[in-house]
């Protein structure tokens, strides 16, 4: 079993910048590959990024492409998802997930472990 819990998450101003974290316990973090996604209110589930469970491949929705930055450190048994220039159309709960295996993967039902969100607004 893997226990996720999300931080980090807030209020701030379009074009601002908030880093989110996501920290694991249960299991060998490193093993594990991670990935964010992001749900809206009326709205599916989304992918916003992913890693591979050594860090060297990531994958990011064309939404968030040279805005976000998805990274992790294994000692700390810790993903981060760093969120630069921020839009109105980025607020949503920001949940981390994990799945076992060495790529990255794009689709929710993928992913075997869920984080309880963290909440992101972003003010106009």
């Known amino acids: 079993q893997v226990q996720l819990v999300e931080s980090g998450g807030g209020l701030v101003q379009a074009g601002g910048s908030l880093r989110v974290s996501c920290a694991a316990s249960?299991?060998?973090?490193?093993?594990?590959?991670m990935g964010w996604f992001r749900q809206a209110p009326g709205k599916e589930r989304e992918f916003v990024a992913g890693?591979?469970?050594?860090?060297?491949?990531?994958s990011y929705a064309d939404s968030v492409k040279g805005r976000f930055t998805i990274s992790r450190d294994n000692a700390k048994n810790t993903v981060y998802l760093q969120m630069n220039s921020l839009e109105v159309e980025d607020t949503a709960v920001y949940y981390c997930?994990?799945?076992?295996?060495?790529?990255?993967?794009?689709?929710?039902?993928?992913?075997?472990?869920w984080g309880q969100g963290t909440q992101v607004t972003v003010s106009s």
């Open positions: 997930a994990a799945r076992s295996g060495s790529d990255y993967y794009i689709r929710a039902y993928e992913y075997t472990y």
């Open positions: 249960g299991r060998t973090f490193s093993s594990f590959v």
């Open positions: 890693i591979s469970w050594s860090g060297g491949r990531t």
